[in-house]
């Protein structure tokens, strides 16, 4: 069965510091990854999505099929990065697409 | 700007009660998706539909739980009877799936805030 990991339910680095939000996914084929951020008192909206290869906010992800792996990384942390940051994963399997999200990470920026 | 919406946004109820949670999805998204959000659980996908007719409803406990699409700009989750642990916050999200260009991403809705009591 598809799924989609994300080990740390919360994350707090310091301002500058580097980030590395990790997002581990099951399944067989060729998925579709993205990456989600809620702000406070704001919707979710798409951060990242793995097939356009781009920076966002300075956030890259690469994905790593050999480890199956989405990690969210940012060289350098702000303040305004605090938030919620979902995984997910969207799959072609048995007739029908499948769309899963981790549990989230929530990411706190210290001063 | 075309945004997804959600009615109501807050909403607290007895436990016993009907709730129905409405959402526009965006003009021209051929998707609507139900998601339901807790501390514990994170996001959970309820249902989903694809041109109105549902395709996945798993994630869905049937007994209490419904969804419909009456028409292209309205879809509903209602769950009767509610109990307390239906607290959460229920997003609607849509997309267009499929096509030339496609990348499954899902537009947001501001989801309704649910207290049953």
């Known amino acids: 069965a598809q799924r989609v990991t994300q080990p740390e339910k919360l994350l707090s680095v310091f301002k500058g510091a580097p980030v590395e939000l990790k997002c581990n996914y099951s399944?067989?084929?060729?998925?579709?990854l993205f990456w989600y951020v809620q702000y406070s008192r704001q919707r979710l909206q798409l951060l990242l999505r793995h097939i356009s290869r781009e920076s966002i906010k300075g956030f890259t992800a690469d994905l790593n099929k050999g480890e199956t792996s989405f990690h969210l990384k940012k060289p350098f942390a702000q303040e305004e990065d605090s938030a919620m940051y979902y995984c997910a994963l969207t799959a072609f399997a048995s007739g029908t697409y499948k769309y899963i999200f981790g549990t989230g990470t929530r990411l706190k920026v210290l001063a | 700007d075309a945004r997804v919406t959600q009615t109501p946004r807050d909403k607290v109820t007895e436990m016993g009660q009907e709730v129905t949670m409405r959402c526009q999805p965006i003009?021209?998204?051929?998707?609507v998706f139900w998601y339901r959000q807790t501390m514990k659980q994170g996001l959970e996908l309820l249902a989903y539909?694809?041109?109105?007719?549902?395709?996945?409803d798993s994630g869905m406990p049937k007994d209490r739980f419904s969804a419909e699409m009456p028409d292209a700009t309205l879809a509903t989750l209602k769950i009767q009877p509610s109990e307390p642990r239906d607290s959460a916050v229920y997003f609607c999200a849509s997309g267009l799936a499929g096509g030339v260009g496609s990348y499954n991403e899902q537009f947001f809705g501001p989801g309704t805030r649910l207290t049953v009591l």
């Open positions: 003009l021209g998204h051929n998707t």
């Open positions: 539909f694809r041109n109105r007719a549902p395709l996945d």
């Open positions: 399944y067989s084929g060729s998925p579709e």
